[in-house]
């Protein structure tokens, strides 16, 4: 098995939305804001390349919606989601997989391009990988919270490509990849957890968005039950720190993995460092 960072670029979301209660005099301190308020936040994917299997984890933001809707996030950066899979010699089309963690815009957006008046598969040889709790969520009855998270055009043409797959909530994905969840986020986010050089590394998403959230009660305003997320949260990471799991951050600006330690003020970070490293 191999592993690969796929980074696609930076965008911007409120940092007191990302913070939740957290006093701003606090989370500056780590994710420093513009004059606007806004952090800035990676779009870092994962590519896990198993025997024939070439697995992409989430898919970023995409390019087709409108100006008007990137001009809220002020995406940036030099790197996207072809120049990353093409610096590691692989074409979206080599694709056999897609895990879509959740299916908020940002970490789905990327899996649907237009092809004129035409929305269709971003990977067309790929199987497209969600749970059914967390489709049903997201498409029957959206809540008013998470609605504007949901969208229509990065949804509905998955399914009706054919391409969708839904993996059963106690049931592995491979040989050296389990499937965990977490339910204070959304419903039924999906948590790849990866055997890799004799050490488990647990793809975070938006439990762990990066190194400034550790703290338990660093929640983020976008959860729908934060109160599930700070017991969850404290349930993971005492089995990170227990297990010396390596976790893998999808949001954070500069760190791609890091791991944790128990200190006198609670659970914090211990070392960060590329996925090259490991």
Not at 138 to 144: C, E, K, L, R, S
Not at 218 to 237: A, F, G
Request: glycine fraction near 6%; charge should be negative.
């Amino acid at each position: 098995m191999n592993l690969y960072t796929i980074d696609t670029g930076f965008f911007k979301l409120d940092g007191g939305a990302m913070f939740g209660v957290v006093p701003k005099s606090i989370w500056s301190r780590t994710n420093p804001p513009d004059e606007k308020n806004l952090c800035t936040w990676a779009t870092r994917l994962l590519l896990i390349e198993d025997g024939d299997r070439l697995t992409l984890v989430d898919t970023s933001l995409g390019d087709k919606q409108d100006a008007k809707f990137f001009g809220h996030y002020d995406l940036h950066g030099d790197d996207t989601l072809d120049s990353s899979l093409a610096k590691h010699g692989f074409h979206r089309d080599d694709i056999t997989d897609v895990i879509l963690t959740h299916l908020h815009f940002d970490h789905c957006g990327g899996a649907i391009k237009r092809e004129g008046e035409k929305l269709v598969p971003a990977f067309k040889n790929a199987q497209f990988w969600s749970n059914e709790k967390h489709w049903n969520w997201a498409t029957v009855d959206p809540n008013p919270r998470e609605k504007a998270s949901f969208l229509v055009e990065n949804i509905k043409p998955i399914q009706e490509s054919g391409q969708l797959r839904f993996l059963q909530e106690n049931a592995a994905y491979g040989d050296k990849i389990d499937m965990r969840y977490a339910y204070g986020h959304t419903e039924a986010m999906m948590l790849p957890q990866i055997q890799y050089k004799d050490k488990t590394l647990l793809y975070m998403a938006d439990l762990l968005p990066s190194v400034g959230h550790i703290p338990i009660a660093y929640v983020m305003s976008y959860d729908v039950r934060p109160l599930v997320t700070m017991q969850e949260r404290k349930d993971y990471w005492q089995e990170i720190v227990d297990n010396e799991y390596i976790c893998y951050l999808e949001h954070d600006p500069i760190y791609e993995c890091c791991t944790l330690q128990l200190t006198e003020k609670g659970i914090r970070v211990n070392e960060t460092f590329k996925l090259s490293e490991i």
